[in-house]
């Protein structure tokens, strides 16, 4: 059976009966499986795909497992850089023609880097689906890693860094908390990378790199949508058969990040923020762990999912010593972390906020949860994963979510069921254990005039 936007339409018109109703314990709603198809090619290539003719439109996306963790040392942002030179030219194409295959004929392309992989997706018209196949397969094995294609795409890299990271009041904070959360994990690179880093890159870094990880063993296809099963397959065989499996085995990232043996306490200053602000982090299992990773989601939802979430009643609403207030449980393919910050109002300090998101932490691991707030929670989480799924690109991203990240794509079909299951004492559990009864470490974003020192750090 495939899952059909009716089939969908049906299930969220059931969540919204849902959060409707009385405040009781909600039923656990039958979700259609997504009937996908995987087949792995000769040279190593995973392909997974999703027939579903509801629209005249296919995602096509390549998920290659290379992301900042395999950065070289010394050269952080190199995975990032590649999200740009993608789109240059090949053999077979000029610069930039990615975008005429795909926004002249009213569709999209786009890509993005993480900490475990590299995206590149886009969505056309279905007829258009073989040409898309044939460009993914150029640039995988074609691609001109060039001098100038280099040099004009590390300038483009180093001006994003510049404005999402120097010219946001918040952007240094944000971008501290992997290098700080992380003792000896590559992990602890940030995905943007650095200035530095880019400048002291050569051409031979970054054609070693690309030999290196753009590999067909080394990458998943992904196709959803209006498609014929028997043509795909041979366009698939066509375009990316040929290509060769190198000899070289793929480097694997083995270091393994310790528990932390104790508390710290870092600052961080900023010339450009206006207001203090303050942000703690704990180290979570990799995401395949769903019998944790799922009740973690579920916890940080309750902490911080809408205006009625726990820390903003807390800090925002009620004390009023913040003006936004957060949480996140980011699963890795490696060891994650569960992230709760708060940016301060006027006139308030960071230690003000700390107590108040340790209390209200300490609260949700101990105390009980009202059926209808726990309900509430998981009901829009699973809306969310819903609606995503009613497009082709949603349902391909969803696919390579849980291939790529969470250890096998039937986790595409087993995790909504779980989250439904999610019950009180799976979130007091998976607090206690990673959170409460963990070491922490908390870094304070402090506003300071130009020319004072920067960062410090110390135990606490």
């Keep these: 059976m495939r899952l059909r936007p009716a089939a969908l ?3 969220l018109a059931l969540l919204a009966t849902t959060l409707a109703a009385p405040p009781v314990a909600a039923a656990e709603l039958a979700i259609p499986p997504i009937a996908y198809h995987q087949r792995i090619l000769p040279n190593g290539l995973q392909v997974l795909s999703v027939e579903d003719h509801a629209s005249p439109n ?4 390549v998920w290659y497992h290379v992301g900042s963790k395999d950065d070289p040392q010394g050269r952080s942002g190199f ?20 975008d005429r295959l795909t926004e002249d004929v009213g569709g999209a392309n786009n890509a993005s880097t993480g900490d475990d992989v ?24 074609n691609l001109n890693v060039d001098e100038a294609n280099f040099k004009s795409e590390r300038a483009v890299v180093q001006e994003e860094y510049r404005q999402s990271v120097l010219a946001n009041p918040y952007g240094k904070l944000f971008n501290a908390i992997d ?10 690179r940030p995905t943007i990378g650095s200035i530095e880093d880019l400048d002291a890159a050569t051409l031979p870094d970054v054609i070693a790199f690309h030999k290196t990880f753009y590999r067909p063993d080394n990458a998943t296809l992904i196709v959803a949508g209006d498609f014929d099963p028997k043509q795909l397959d041979a366009w698939v065989d066509q375009y990316f058969g040929w290509i060769p499996k190198p000899a070289t085995p793929i480097p694997q990232v083995t ?11 870092y600052t961080v200053t900023s010339e450009t923020a206006p207001l ?9 299992p990799p995401a395949s762990d769903t019998a944790d990773s799922i009740p973690l989601k579920v916890a940080a939802a309750l902490l911080a999912q809408g205006d009625s979430s726990r820390l903003y009643q807390s800090l925002v609403y009620r004390h009023q010593v913040a003006q936004q207030a957060g949480a996140d449980a980011d699963g890795r393919v490696g060891p994650g972390l569960f992230t709760a910050y708060a940016i301060l109002a006027s006139g308030h300090q960071p230690a003000e906020a700390e107590k108040l998101l340790h209390e209200e932490i300490i609260w949700l691991a101990t105390q009980p949860i009202p059926a209808a707030e726990l309900d509430k929670v998981k009901t829009q989480l699973l809306t969310s994963e819903l609606k995503q799924r009613q497009t082709a690109q949603g349902l391909a991203f969803a696919l390579g979510q849980a291939a790529l990240i969470d250890g096998s794509p039937e986790h595409v079909n087993t995790d909504l069921a779980a989250l439904q299951k999610v019950s009180e004492q799976d979130v007091h559990r998976v607090l206690q254990k990673y959170v409460t009864g963990a070491h922490s470490v908390t870094i304070d974003y402090l506003p300071q005039p130009a020319g004072a020192a920067t960062t410090s750090g110390a135990a606490k």
């Design 118 to 141: 590299t995206n590149y997706f886009e969505v056309v018209p279905s007829n258009h689906l073989q040409t898309l196949l044939w460009a993914e397969a150029e640039r995988l094995s």
């Design 255 to 265: 270091a393994r990040e310790p528990v932390r043996k104790k508390n710290l306490r």
């Design 276 to 284: 203090p602000a303050v942000a703690i982090t704990w180290l979570l």
């Design 79 to 98: 995975a990032h850089l590649f999200e740009h030179l993608m789109f240059k030219s090949t053999k077979h194409m000029h610069a930039e023609q990615f």
């Design 58 to 61: 296919v995602a096509v996306q």
């Design 9 to 11: 339409l049906t299930a």
């Design 179 to 188: 290098p700080h959360s992380y003792t000896v994990h590559p992990y602890k």
